[in-house]
């Protein structure tokens, strides 16, 4: 996964962005959305039935049981830092690298 494509998908000013991530949730949803596109599938036999665990951090296969983290290999997978403060962190990063709008850390 990388920094750009995560991007892609972000929204436009920090009102849009604060409406698209109201919670930890969302920012996860937006991860396992982005890591697979067409839904998470486990790697060992793509079942494509996951039951999430731990809130999330965990996707279990259903069919062999599987356990698949989707932070892992990330850099969201040992911050101390919420997913949000992450991904809102990366959004501004990206929208002053690729001037794609002039807000700045404020
Ligand atoms: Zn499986």
């Known amino acids: 996964m990388t920094g750009k494509r995560l991007m892609s998908q972000y929204p436009a000013s920090d009102q849009e962005f604060e409406e698209?991530?109201?919670?930890?949730?969302?920012?996860l949803d937006h991860i396992?959305?982005?890591?697979w596109?067409?839904?998470?599938?486990?790697?060992?036999?793509?079942?494509?039935?996951?039951?999430?665990?731990?809130?999330g951090l965990v996707l279990q296969c259903s069919a062999c049981g599987h356990?698949?983290?989707?932070?892992?290999?990330?850099?969201?997978?040992?911050?101390?830092?919420?997913?949000k403060s992450w991904l809102k962190i990366m959004w501004h990063m990206m929208s002053?690298?690729?001037?794609?709008?002039?807000?700045?850390?404020?």
């Open 20 to 27: 698209a991530f109201r919670t930890e949730q969302d920012c």
């Open 32 to 35: 396992i959305s982005v890591r």
């Open 67 to 83: 356990k698949t983290r989707p932070l892992a290999g990330t850099i969201f997978q040992d911050t101390h830092l919420s997913l």
């Open 37 to 55: 596109p067409e839904g998470p599938r486990c790697p060992i036999c793509l079942h494509d039935k996951l039951w999430r665990n731990e809130k």
């Open 96 to 106: 002053q690298k690729y001037g794609a709008n002039a807000i700045g850390l404020a």
